[in-house]
């Protein structure tokens, strides 16, 4: 669900685009944009992979079971698609015309994705986890549950 979506109730185009994003990076980790992946940090699967993709680990975000030998550059072209459809701002995420022509041209030609604004904010608020009275801040995390009549 888009950011976009999920506060404003607000749908787009780029609301699509940042679904098929996300769908991209749960095809490629097999797993799904639910839970935590970061023991520490306590990443959803955006914020995991932009981590991996940041610091030059993208592979290990391949789930085993796609088998080996795998196309490396196919995995890390198809990774920073995903990261870019997936970007906070609906203006920062390419249309759907162009992720096509991303998907078939070059890696080199991609532009770099922005850091998720979540993790930027988790980063702050690690940085400043205690206060000069020394209280420590915490997250709250929601959860949303889909409830289906019978």
Same mark, same amino acid.
């Given at each position: 669900?888009?950011?976009?979506?999920?506060?404003?109730?607000?749908?787009?185009?780029?609301?699509?685009?940042?679904?098929?994003?996300?769908?991209?990076?749960?095809?490629?980790?097999?797993?799904?944009?639910?839970?935590?992946?970061?023991?520490?940090?306590? *990443?959803? !699967?955006? @914020?995991?992979?932009?981590? &991996?993709?940041?610091?030059? %680990?993208?592979?290990?975000?391949?789930?085993?079971?796609?088998?080996?030998?795998?196309?490396?550059?196919?995995?890390?072209?198809?990774?920073?698609?995903?990261?870019?459809?997936?970007?906070?701002?609906?203006?920062?995420?390419?249309?759907?015309?162009?992720?096509? *022509?991303? !998907?078939? @041209?070059?890696?080199?030609? &991609?532009?770099?994705?922005? %850091?998720?604004?979540?993790?930027?904010?988790?980063?702050?608020?690690?940085?400043?986890?205690?206060?000069?009275?020394?209280?420590?801040?915490?997250?709250?995390?929601?959860?949303?549950?889909?409830?289906?009549?019978?």
């Amino acid at each position: 669900m888009s950011p976009e979506y999920a506060m404003d109730g607000s749908f787009s185009v780029k609301s699509d685009v940042f679904s098929f994003g996300v769908l991209v990076l749960e095809i490629i980790s097999g797993r799904r944009n639910r839970g935590i992946f970061h023991p520490v940090r306590k *990443l959803n !699967l955006l @914020g995991y992979a932009w981590n &991996l993709w940041k610091e030059g %680990k993208g592979l290990e975000l391949v789930d085993s079971s796609l088998g080996y030998p795998i196309p490396m550059v196919e995995v890390l072209k198809c990774t920073q698609i995903g990261l870019l459809c997936a970007q906070d701002q609906p203006e920062d995420r390419p249309d759907m015309a162009s992720v096509v *022509l991303m !998907l078939g @041209g070059d890696r080199a030609a &991609l532009p770099h994705p922005k %850091k998720p604004e979540f993790v930027a904010a988790r980063e702050r608020a690690e940085g400043s986890s205690t206060s000069s009275r020394g209280l420590t801040r915490a997250f709250n995390d929601v959860t949303i549950s889909d409830i289906d009549g019978r």
